[in-house]
């Protein structure tokens, strides 16, 4: 009888080896086909950007190089606000315009430019202009004021405005 017992127990062992084995194989069959079908969408994937988008032929293009118009500074009395009647803005701008043209006809018409601008400037109270949003208000009143029409064609465009000086006395 003590044979049996053995012979009962190397069955079991067997089995048990032989599960194990299964089962690993079974786990190793299954990271295989993981591997592969995440190997394939990438492929895919790619594939599909490549199809929809042909790759396109940029054009080298030299950078535009900015024209500024300097203008001398400006000295301006302010609007009075409530007891203040003596403040004055010293103000120095250049501007930033699309091209050469828009650059020629702000020199062409330059009194105009500067009489538009001291108006613009003097009715802007100190309060107003002391804030950040007070300045970006003033640089976009200036591009307003410089879009309207110079001569009777058109007026000039003007992409920015830079502060040279800016004091508030």
């Not at 940029?58 to 203008?71: A, D, K, N, R, W």
């Not at 828009?102 to 009489?115: A, G, N």
Request: proline share 5%.
């Amino acid at each position: 009888m003590p044979n049996k017992k053995k012979s009962t127990t190397t069955g079991k062992s067997k089995l048990r080896s032989l599960f194990i084995l299964v089962i690993l194989l079974l786990a190793v069959g299954a990271c295989s086909i993981a591997a592969w079908t995440m190997y394939e969408m990438k492929n895919m994937q790619a594939r599909m950007l490549s199809d929809s988008e042909p790759p396109e032929e940029t054009e080298v293009t030299e950078p535009i190089t900015p024209v500024y118009v300097p203008l001398d500074t400006f000295t301006v009395s302010l609007k009075p606000a409530g007891e203040e009647y003596d403040r004055v803005l010293y103000i120095g701008l250049t501007l930033r315009v699309n091209n050469e043209d828009d650059k020629s006809k702000i020199e062409k018409y330059l009194p105009e430019v500067r009489s538009r601008l001291l108006m613009l400037f003097s009715g802007h109270s100190a309060e107003e202009l002391s804030l950040n949003e007070g300045k970006s208000q003033l640089i976009q009143d200036i591009k307003q004021v410089l879009t309207t029409p110079l001569d009777e064609k058109s007026g000039v465009v003007v992409t920015d405005v830079l502060f040279n000086a800016f004091i508030l006395r």
